[in-house]
């Protein structure tokens, strides 16, 4: 009974932490970034968005990190729409975080 227990706790945590994952947003693919910085042209979904203006950047890092940056977010304008997108640092993956209009 106690494996039984330890089994489907390890499957709860598991499942958390894909959920977890998912709500962070998709993969795009960064084709380009002004000044090796700031996006300028991505892919997601198969269409490639080219960035207009850049709206809004911020820095997001955790305590847990020891204060060392996690994560750039951008707020993007297209002609298509504004976008969220961030770079995981440590990863260095671009994702979309949502379309905001």
Sequence with gaps: M???LDV?????GKRKRSQRRARGGEPIDMRERRHG??????VWRG????VQAVERCWT???????G????????VRCRE??????QDVHHNTWHMQQQVD
């Design 2 to 4: 106690g494996i039984t």
């Design 37 to 42: 910085y700031f996006p300028k042209t991505f």
């Design 8 to 12: 489907s706790q390890r499957y709860r």
């Design 68 to 75: 060392r940056v996690d994560q750039h977010r951008f707020r």
């Design 81 to 86: 729409g504004t976008f969220e997108l961030y």
């Design 47 to 50: 269409h490639q968005y080219d």
């Design 60 to 66: 997001v890092s955790r305590r847990g990190w020891g």
